[in-house]
Nanobody, 124 residues
Framework: QVQLVESGGGLVQAGGSLRLSCAAS????????MAWFRQAPGKEREFVAG????????SYEDSVKGRFTISRDNAKNTMYLQMNSLKPEDTAVYYC?????????????????WGQGTQVTVSS
């Protein structure tokens, strides 16, 4: 098992930046594919970005391509999401998630472990 704890959320003006972190417990962090999801009020949870266990493969939702960067440091058991050029529509609770499946996916149903989430609010 792995436990996930997000941090780094907050209030930022449009055009600003934030860096989210996801700290994982356990010694098997490097064996999981990881992802960030977000959920805005009244909307379903959606995929934002994913990264393979080694960091060699990444995937992004179209609306964040070129603005967000996902990365991980397996030595520190931590995953990151650098968010630049933030927009009001990026406002949501951001969750990190881990999957034991053999390939990286964008479906919430495929992820086995979730953090509690961190709030990101972008003002216009």
């Amino acid at each position: 098992q792995v436990q996930l704890v997000e941090s780094g959320g907050g209030l930022v003006q449009a055009g600003g930046s934030l860096r989210l972190s996801c700290a994982a417990s356990g010694r098997t962090f490097s064996s999981y594919h990881m992802a960030w999801f977000r959920q805005a009020p009244g909307k379903e949870r959606e995929f934002v970005a994913g990264i393979s266990w080694s960091g060699a493969w990444t995937s992004y939702e179209d609306s964040v391509k070129g603005r967000f960067t996902i990365s991980r440091d397996n030595a520190k058991n931590t995953m990151y999401l650098q968010m630049n050029s933030l927009k009001p529509e990026d406002t949501a609770v951001y969750y990190c998630a881990a999957t034991v499946r053999s390939r990286l996916t964008s479906s919430t149903n495929d992820y086995d472990y979730w953090g509690q989430g961190t709030q990101v609010t972008v003002s216009s």
